[in-house]
T-cell receptor, first 110, second 113 residues
């Protein structure tokens, strides 16, 4: 049983399209993180959310605590957005251990 | 401000050996956490250190251990290496005083032959 589920696993989009990646979790959380990983391994933290919505440039992250669901939206997608996007939650119920989704591999075609 | 530094970048070991990986956090960050990433299992949490004390621990065997020094630098040790320990090992730092973003290093790619 996975504490964090992401969908879709793989996503191919045309440049300019609006993209949504979903994350559902089953544990109580202190915060949810959206991470971006480019080929070569480096991980960048995009957002940390405990409620509501955050926006940074073309990226928007939302979280619904009652439904245990978060979404990451990319507006006007660009080939440089091609990466793996990973949802992670910190759970106080298990000593603030982190749980990770399996990631969404996004390819944006010019 | 310098980022999170992990050394070495690549490492090749043989079964049964032990290995030590190093992580230097961003200046002022007192929390360092460690993660294992494999193609099959994805990212998994190993442990977190804060002010030289292990604060949280994931579900890994006792062969995986760590420590943190007074300057917040952390080391991770894996003893009696197994083939399945081949992975990318990442560390991340943050101030550790509340919910906040993680800042990741570039990782150490460990291959066990």
């Amino acid at each position: 049983k996975n504490e964090v589920e992401q969908s879709p696993q793989n996503l191919t989009a045309q440049e300019g399209e609006f993209i949504t990646i979903n994350c559902s979790y089953s544990v109580g959380i202190s915060a949810l993180h959206w991470l971006q990983q480019h080929p070569g391994g480096g991980i960048v933290s995009l957002f940390m959310l405990s409620s509501g919505k955050k926006k940074h440039g073309r990226l928007i992250a939302t979280i619904n605590i009652q439904e245990k669901h978060s979404s990451l939206h990319i507006t006007a997608s660009h080939p440089r957005d091609s990466a793996v996007y990973i949802c992670a939650v910190g759970s106080p119920n298990t000593g603030n251990q982190f749980y990770f989704g399996t990631g969404t591999s996004l390819t944006v075609i010019p | 401000k310098a980022g999170v530094t992990q050394t070495p970048r690549y490492l090749i070991k043989t079964r049964g050996q032990q290995v030590t990986l190093s992580c230097s956090p961003i200046s002022g960050h007192r929390s360092v956490s460690w993660y294992q990433q494999t193609p099959g299992q994805g990212l998994q949490f190993l442990f977190e250190y804060f002010s030289e004390t292990q604060r949280n621990k994931g579900n890994f065997p006792g062969r995986f251990s760590g420590r943190q020094f007074s300057n917040s630098r952390s080391e991770m040790n894996v003893s009696t290496l197994e083939l399945g320990d081949s992975a990318l090992y990442l560390c991340a730092s943050r101030t550790g005083t509340g919910n906040e973003k993680l800042f990741f290093g570039s990782g150490t790619q460990l291959s066990v032959l």
